[in-house]
Each structure stands twice: as structure tokens, then as C-alpha cells.
């Protein structure tokens, strides 16, 4: 149990330390595709349907193989995808790149939560808190290379070709440490896999969607704009743009 629970945890934070690459490297990604802010925001929603994308089709791939099977191939597809943005050189380049990042990104999420769930199962007692901590520190980790290399003169291209191979190699590592996948989780009193459920509204599910809302419009703002912010209104260095996104994980 314990060495799925790390395995788990390094999973949590490649996929953050891959968020943390790309976020903390925007302004650079946007003057390389000559962009503007608006247009920036237009390549950034092809992130987000990439995200729902994924999500949506997570449950599925899991189901069928299992989620250490979508995790081993979701972590090691992800650090592929993560180069992608670095060879965006145009508006629609650079949302195609998102909307495969973000795909990618969606399906690990919700792959990775679910194997944490079932090593949480395993130990009888709750950890998936700690491992959701481990996603902040990945992604404060992620961003202080960035503001390293970025300080270095390292183009996005190099810098994301280098971190996708040490993410790439750990998380092939990591994988290994998972629990075989088994059938999907279902809470007591559901109902049984397959059935269609009562409702598939509640006030209950509509006030945490609220709530969800709030919380990813907030965190997105952060992680999207940032450094784009720090880097063209307050005329910040590369690598002082970069940390915005490292001190956001440190919150």
C-alpha cells in the first residue's frame, strides 16, 4: 500500500509540474505565436474544452482498462503533449495544442483521482487530501524550473523537451507502483453500474457546481494569467513573470 500511495502522489504532481511548465511560460507561448491578449484567451478556452473533453471520456477508458492502465499512459502522453504549445506558432497552432494538452490533462485527472481513491480503499483511512497538497507542490515545482530556465534564456521549446523527459521517466516509474485497476468505485446506496441514475440533478449537486465554479474561475485566473500579466502590464523579467505561478502554489 504504501508504495502505490507514492506512486500515486508522483502521478498527482507530474500532472501539476506540467501545468506549473506551461502556465508559468504563457507570455513567452503568446509573443512566439504573435498573439494578443484576446486572442491568448480564445487559444486558452480550447484548453478548457480540451479539459471537458477529457473528463468526459475518462470514465470509459477506466472502466475498461482499468485506471492504473489510463494513468500509465495518461502521464506518459501528457508529458508528450506538454511540448506541443512550444511549436504553436499561430492562433489556431496554439489551440490545437491546448485542446490535445488539455484532453490529455482531463482524462490523467480524473484517471489519477480515481486510483486514489482506491489505494484510499486500501488503507482504510483518508489520504486523498494529502495527495491533492502533493498537486500544489508539483505545480510550485514545475514553476520554479521554469523560473530557473526561463532566468537562463531557455526557449520553451528546450525547456519543455527537457521536463517532459524526467516527468516522462518518473512517471513510468511511478506507474508501476499502482494498484491493478479494478471495477469502478461505487458509493453505497448507488445504483448498480450501467443503471441509469434517479436524478441527474439535485440542489445539492447544483450548489457544489456553484461552488466548483468559483473555485476554478478564481484558480484559472491565476494560473492563466499571471505571469502574462506580470510580464507585459509591469514590464517583469522572464523568469520574475515565471513566479507568479510558483508563489499562486504556495497559497
Not at 505565436?33 to 473528463?55: D, E, H, K, P, R
Not at 511549436?87 to 484517471?111: I, M, P, Q, T, W
Request: hydrophobic content about 55%.
Amino acid at each position: 500500500m504504501r508504495r502505490a500511495r507514492i506512486g500515486v502522489a508522483l502521478v498527482f504532481a507530474i500532472h501539476a509540474a506540467v501545468a506549473g511548465t506551461w502556465a508559468a511560460r504563457l507570455p513567452a507561448l503568446k509573443a512566439g505565436a504573435g498573439l494578443g491578449n484576446g486572442q491568448l484567451g480564445i487559444a486558452l478556452v480550447a484548453m478548457s474544452a480540451g479539459l471537458l473533453l477529457g473528463t468526459r471520456v475518462a470514465a470509459g477508458a477506466i472502466d475498461r482498462a482499468g485506471s492504473r492502465t489510463v494513468v500509465r499512459g495518461g502521464s506518459l502522453a501528457l508529458c508528450a503533449a506538454l511540448i506541443l504549445p512550444a511549436l504553436g506558432s499561430s492562433l489556431l497552432a496554439l489551440s490545437c495544442a491546448f485542446l490535445v494538452l488539455g484532453a490529455v490533462s482531463g482524462l490523467l485527472d480524473v484517471a489519477m483521482n480515481t486510483q486514489g481513491v482506491e489505494v484510499q480503499r486500501a488503507y482504510g483511512r483518508p489520504i486523498l487530501s494529502g495527495l491533492h497538497g502533493v498537486w500544489s507542490l508539483g505545480g510550485f515545482a514545475g514553476a520554479a524550473a521554469a523560473v530557473a530556465l526561463a532566468g537562463a534564456g531557455v526557449g520553451p521549446l528546450a525547456h519543455f523537451t527537457i521536463v517532459a523527459g524526467i516527468l516522462a521517466t518518473l512517471g513510468a516509474w511511478a506507474s508501476g507502483l499502482l494498484l491493478p485497476g479494478g471495477p469502478r468505485f461505487e458509493p453505497a446506496g448507488a445504483p448498480p453500474h450501467g443503471a441509469a441514475p434517479r436524478s441527474a440533478w439535485s440542489p445539492a449537486i447544483a450548489v457544489l457546481g456553484v461552488i466548483a465554479f468559483a473555485s476554478f474561475l478564481g484558480e484559472g485566473s491565476a494560473t492563466d494569467w499571471s505571469a502574462v500579466y506580470l510580464r507585459g502590464e509591469l514590464g517583469a523579467s522572464a523568469s520574475l513573470a515565471a513566479m507568479g505561478f510558483a508563489v499562486s502554489r504556495g497559497r
